[in-house]
């Protein structure tokens, strides 16, 4: 009896392993059988890189002088002086993010690269290729080229933007161009009064805000069709 249960327990010894094995067989050959898992899809990366404009300038026109570029700016005889540091770089780029720069121009999917330091105006008239060199294929640029204080005594204040855009779609010569300026109106600047200079300065920095904005529906504003002949 004793050695008939030892050969059954060895039975079922041999019997348990040889499902255990059979069980580790399929399970290799349910992994080797399974199809790889795909990589996941990634969205070909688009960059619009930004950079500000250097120190605010300023033109003047009155009626027994003016046309001095930057005569208010520099204190010059018969214009009062401006304020300093009027829309630094650093106000315009809080500006820029404020406004949601990449969705006033229309490219909403373009991750926004904001430069701090201001390029020469020299070096965005004057470039035929990238600003950025290592840059994606997908890629766009806007620089801000000036900021003026343009006070008229017939017309009135405003600020004057030129903003100058380049599209790029794989190559090194821009696929879209675009350059103009925008003015709006500004009311409070420049400040009579010590106390109203806070108010004036943010008004002028809100003014460049949608300086950005116009300039964007005038980068997206669809060509003019031709006139019809007559008949």
């Known amino acids: ?21 059979l069980v580790a067989a399929q ?20 960059e619009l890189h930004v950079w500000p404009s250097s120190p605010v300038r300023s033109t003047y026109s009155g009626w027994f002088h ?5 005569g208010a ?6 214009y009062k002086k401006l304020p300093d540091s009027i829309l630094t770089p650093e106000a315009q780029l809080r500006t820029l993010r404020e406004v949601g720069v990449a ?37 766009a640029e806007l620089v801000t080229d000036d900021v003026f204080f343009q006070q008229d005594l017939i017309d009135g204040r405003f600020l004057k933007a030129i903003f100058r855009f380049r599209q790029f779609d794989g190559g090194d010569t821009p696929a879209r161009s675009f350059g103009t300026y925008v003015q ?7 400040p009579t009064e010590p106390e109203q200079l ?10 460049y805000g949608q300086a950005v904005k116009e300039f964007g529906a ?3 504003k669809p060509p003019k069709g031709k006139k019809k002949a007559r008949t």
């Open 184 to 190: 709006y109106r500004v009311t409070q600047f420049p």
């Open 218 to 220: 005038a980068l997206n």
């Open 73 to 78: 700016v520099q204190g010059r005889d018969g």
């Open 1 to 21: 009896m004793i050695a008939a249960g030892h050969d059954t327990l060895k039975s079922l010894a041999g019997l348990c392993a040889g499902v255990a094995a």
């Open 198 to 207: 806070d108010a004036a300065l943010e008004e002028f920095r809100l003014a």
């Open 103 to 139: 969705a006033a121009l229309k490219l909403d999917s373009y991750t926004v690269v904001l430069h701090e330091q201001p390029l020469p105006s020299r070096a965005m008239r004057t470039a035929t290729g990238r600003l950025v060199a290592d840059s994606p294929a997908c890629y």
């Open 27 to 46: 399970g290799v050959s349910a992994q080797e059988a399974a199809p790889p898992v795909p990589p996941a899809p990634t969205a070909a990366t688009c």
């Open 66 to 70: 003016g046309g001095i570029v930057d």
